[in-house]
């Protein structure tokens, strides 16, 4: 089994700076995606980033970013000029490659945005 | 439909009543996930529809959850004799599946369920 661990329940970043949100993850897959996913007050899941393990490149999406540590089973998002709607839960999720049970998740961490 | 859509968005009833939940997934994703979402436990995966079939129902917290999937399309997540332990966010989520890549899930809103 998978496991997903975000260490910081609770981060707080003025307005226009720049925060990592930590995510560590346990499995004996080889090849498996890892996801950061948002999810505002309206409580949609929105997809922030996504990483295919057996890529080397960290993945950029505009403002976020990955730094994906494979050997260290490691995958932090790095959230640059952050804006007062970044304020969310941010889920860091795990998929085994041909999965059948979707997304692991970490227990999140609250992300506020000062202005 | 545009996105995934979950209907009842808050549903509140009282212990011992049965409630049904539903999910209308986004047209054409043939794969179709609940999740649990409650405060002490995260997120719970309950259950994964392929089409119409469930592989695997181990996920289903007690025999008091069913569900199921008609015509590959909408699901019906049912909870019989409703605990207060049973209050949570049920996400819905549905996908394309395994297709050229990695399987992305989108999320409706879910549904709000108190039990009193």
């Known amino acids: 089994a998978q496991t997903v661990t975000q260490s910081q329940p609770e981060m707080s970043v003025q307005e226009a700076e720049t925060v990592t949100l930590s995510c560590t993850y346990d499995?004996?897959?080889?090849?498996?995606?890892l996801f950061w996913y948002k999810q505002p007050p309206s409580r949609q899941m929105i997809l922030v980033i996504r990483q295919e393990a057996y890529k080397q490149q960290n993945a950029t999406e505009n403002r976020f970013s990955v730094n994906f540590q494979k050997a260290a089973k490691s995958f932090s998002l790095k959230i640059s000029d952050s804006q007062l709607g970044d304020t969310a839960m941010y889920f860091c999720?795990?998929?085994?490659?041909?999965?059948?049970?979707?997304?692991?998740f970490g227990k999140g961490t609250h992300l506020i945005i000062q202005p | 439909g545009a996105g995934v859509s979950q209907s009842p968005s808050n549903k509140v009833t009282e212990k011992g009543k049965d409630v049904e939940l539903r999910c209308d997934p986004i047209?054409?994703?043939?794969?179709l996930y609940w999740y649990r979402q409650s405060l002490g436990q995260g997120l719970e995966f309950l259950i994964y529809f392929q089409g119409n079939s469930a592989p695997d129902k181990s996920g289903l917290p007690s025999d008091r959850f069913s569900a199921e999937r008609t015509g590959g399309s909408v699901s019906t997540l049912t909870i019989q004799r409703t605990q207060q332990e049973d209050s949570a966010v049920y996400l819905c989520?549905?996908?394309?599946?395994?297709?050229?890549?990695?399987?992305?899930?989108?999320f409706g809103a879910g549904s709000r369920l108190t039990v009193l």
């Open positions: 989520a549905s996908s394309l599946g395994w297709v050229s890549g990695a399987n992305v899930l989108t």
């Open positions: 047209s054409g994703h043939t794969a």
């Open positions: 999720a795990f998929m085994k490659h041909q999965g059948a049970d979707g997304l692991t």
């Open positions: 499995t004996s897959e080889s090849n498996y995606y």
